[in-house]
């Protein structure tokens, strides 16, 4: 405590009122400095930062440069930066760095975490360092690895499940061993480093496991430390408060009472709003949404000094098979799978340009500073380019090019079981089994997750969306013995609460015909990983008789530029370009019904390349290629009309 004090002093007189405390702080440089906590001078139940002794006020804004293009980072960081903020707060997904063989990768593209660092650091910019193991953050399955789920009865998030605790020992000794040099007091950006996310949100609090991730990261020099969390009792409650090591980031925080409560918990300790909502997420199905202007937060915020982060300030994209999911209570614990887009209403939006919001923050902020700093000029906006339409062509079947898994059985199972028995995460998988002769009859099932197509001898007899409410299928009469194929299309795993744990692809459970448990499956996992569809092998003949198929075009980009590809004319796939999957689309349903609301994907000019560019689709409702076309706006037309779908202006 009189550590605390006396640095106290030394800051003291240049914080008297809130204002006071906005005065020019250091920038990130080669010097170590010091961060640290301290008493609030006129409230002792608060607390304030300080940074090498002088009271230090957050202004934070979270990208993840996972869902960023790597040729994209520097513009986004000085966007902040122009906006007005001082620190980037992000994310790391422990799945995506984890590699099939076990291995991590953080060197390729916008895994480099060490390079988007460093950028922070040239940039002027501090860090909030949030590496979970667990991130939320609508990323499939909040940033766990799938095969988490391999066992029935496996537990996340906690101590009492070993296979879990060695699993992400081994993820977060890898990654501290990468950012260790980027730590504040090593000379680089890192002030802070958040202990796992959110959770007061988890229906089973741990605080044995919390306290175990904070000795990992002390032990290792990652101080000080922070958690994230709502702003209310409950969420507070049961953790491992009150600790003067960590401190309360509020989930938003954006008045005094949630300052209370925080303080009730945590008193002497500083609080700051770590997560505050410019929108929100959207799902496949939705319809109009508009952002949350954050301008009243904003200024209250400078006006006072509090600690701030805008949660997303740049959202990005989700690109692949990285969005999440939801199983929504307000919905009836619908399953809600997240767009590829990951726009959030953020005042940067998904192409990386400022909006109306923008503008406005970045004046309040300014506004507020009151000279003490100049903002830098916003950044040119990146180019975008019109590509007129195109149609691909027939490639191959959705049955051709069966990816090699290392199966020891052949693929042949007893049980129908769900992907992460097999290492699959997403993707698709035809399940097929044989049964007997008979009268028309009823088919059902525990869960068949996500979306599936029903086949009888190659017709197809039903569709299942997990979004709807599950309903049996009809299976016509059979004069003899017949196959039974479905198709499943694993989506995002549920990223958020109670369900994640139950939360696994494929068939789960039973498919019975007429009460009776279907026995002798045969499995066909199809991963649809980038390099497998650009490497696929091309189909002698089509079969029209089926709906799906991939496609492949060209197209022609004489100065590239980021574009946003229409798929409004499709149905429901994934789409490639140059070997980078660009993410999800679904359009309309199988019976041309509209889904939405995203119907365009953001293409960045970094994936493509002068002269001819190669397109892969594949679709999995539409038995004929339609035409695509690339659009300088994700909501506008080239004729500048805006789009509408489902009253989204999307």
């Known amino acids: ?76 960081i000085k966007m902040c930066k122009a906006m007005g903020l001082n620190t980037i707060a992000f994310y790391t997904m422990w799945n995506d760095f984890e ?278 000029p916003i950044p040119k906006p990146i180019p975008s380019i019109e590509i007129k339409d195109f149609t691909p062509t027939f490639f191959a079947n959705l049955r051709d090019n069966r990816e090699t898994f290392p199966f020891r059985n052949g693929g042949k199972f007893k049980d129908a079981p769900y992907f992460e028995v097999f290492d699959q995460n997403q993707g698709l998988a035809f399940y097929r089994t044989r049964i007997p002769a008979g009268a028309a009859g009823t088919l059902d099932f525990d869960a068949i997750n996500d979306y599936a197509h029903f086949y009888l001898d190659g017709k197809l007899i039903a569709t299942a969306d997990r979004r709807m409410k599950k309903a049996p299928v009809a299976v016509p009469a059979r004069d003899k013995a017949a196959t039974l194929e479905i198709m499943v299309e694993g989506m995002g795993h549920i990223n958020y609460g109670r369900k994640m744990e139950s939360d696994r692809k494929g068939i789960v459970g039973e498919v019975r015909l007429d009460g009776k448990a279907l026995k002798n499956w045969i499995v066909i996992p199809k991963t649809l990983s980038a390099s497998f569809v650009v490497n696929a092998k091309k189909s002698e003949k089509q079969d029209k008789s089926l709906p799906g198929g991939h496609f492949r075009g060209t197209f022609n980009v004489s100065n590239p530029g980021d574009t946003f590809l229409d798929m409004s004319k499709w149905g429901k796939g994934v789409v490639y370009v140059n070997g980078h999957n660009l993410g999800r689309y679904w359009s309309q349903t199988l019976d041309g019904k509209p889904v939405g609301p995203q119907l365009r994907l953001y293409c960045p000019a970094p994936f493509l390349k002068r002269g001819k560019n190669v397109i892969d689709v594949v679709e999995l409702e539409l038995s004929e290629p339609r035409p695509i076309r690339g659009c300088k706006e994700r909501n506008y037309d080239m004729n500048g009309v805006k789009t509408k779908n489902l009253n989204n202006q999307w």
Not at 5 to 33: D, W
Not at 35 to 57: S, V
């Open 99 to 376: 590699q099939p063989d076990g291995s991590f990768d953080f060197k390729t593209g916008n895994r480099d975490i060490a390079a988007f660092l460093k950028l922070c650091r040239d940039n002027g910019m501090w860090v909030l360092f949030r590496p979970g193991p667990y991130v939320c953050g609508e990323w499939d399955f909040g940033g766990l690895p799938a095969y988490l789920l391999k066992e029935k009865d496996a537990k996340i998030r906690t101590v009492a499940d070993k296979n879990f605790m060695k699993a992400q020992t081994r993820y977060l000794e890898a990654i501290a061993e990468v950012v260790k040099p980027f730590r504040a007091q090593n000379g680089g950006p890192i002030i802070m480093t958040q202990i796992e996310n959110e959770h007061g949100s988890w229906p089973r609090k741990d605080p044995e496991y919390l306290r175990w991730l904070k000795d990992f990261w002390k032990k290792r020099g990652f101080t000080p430390l922070y958690m994230s969390d709502g702003a209310g009792d409950h969420f507070l409650r049961g953790m491992i408060y009150p600790d003067k090591d960590v401190c309360i980031g509020l989930d938003p925080g954006q008045n005094d009472g949630a300052w209370k409560v925080a303080n009730k918990y945590n008193p002497g300790v500083p609080v700051f709003s770590s997560e505050t909502y410019p929108g929100w997420l959207r799902r496949w199905g939705e319809g109009n949404w508009t952002p949350t202007n954050l301008s009243g937060s904003i200024k209250w915020y400078m006006e006072t000094g509090r600690s701030f982060s805008v949660f997303p300030v740049h959202g990005g994209t989700n690109f692949a098979f990285t969005a999440g999911a939801n199983d929504d209570p307000r919905t009836g614990g619908d399953y809600h799978t997240d767009l590829t887009s990951y726009d959030y209403g953020s005042p940067i939006n998904e192409q990386g340009n400022p909006t109306a919001e923008y503008h406005q923050y970045r004046e309040i902020i300014q506004n507020g500073l009151k000279g003490k700093e100049k903002l830098p």
């Open 1 to 76: 405590m009189k550590k605390q004090i006396s640095l106290l002093a030394v800051g003291l007189s240049a914080f008297c009122a809130g204002t006071a405390a906005l005065a020019a702080a250091p920038e990130p440089s080669a010097s170590p400095v010091k961060f640290e906590f301290a008493a609030h001078p006129q409230n002792p139940n608060d607390g304030i930062f300080l940074l090498n002794g002088k009271p230090f006020q957050i202004r934070g804004g979270e990208i993840h440069p996972q869902r960023i293009p790597r040729e994209y980072w520097d513009h986004r």
